[in-house]
């Protein structure tokens, strides 16, 4: 999810989403960013609105 969020795929996080990924988890043992936190950065603003509404 970070990963898909980071570069802005939004299909690849609308499947995630639709598989029950939880966007709000970190990544590195909890101790990285969330996936929104990542689309942010990224300006990536379809797949933030995305993780928001989920």
Same mark, same amino acid.
């Given at each position: 999810? &970070? $990963? !898909? !969020? &980071?570069?802005?795929? @939004? $299909? !690849? @996080?609308?499947?995630? %989403?639709?598989? #029950?990924?939880?966007?709000? %988890?970190?990544?590195?043992? #909890?101790? $990285?960013?969330? !996936?929104?936190?990542?689309?942010? @950065? #990224? ?5 933030l609105? %995305?993780l928001?509404?989920?």
């Amino acid at each position: 999810m &970070c $990963g !898909a !969020a &980071c570069w802005g795929h @939004v $299909g !690849a @996080v609308r499947e995630l %989403l639709a598989a #029950g990924a939880d966007p709000n %988890l970190r990544e590195d043992d #909890g101790q $990285g960013r969330t !996936a929104t936190e990542w689309a942010t @950065v #990224g300006d990536h603003r379809r797949t933030l609105a %995305l993780l928001l509404a989920a």
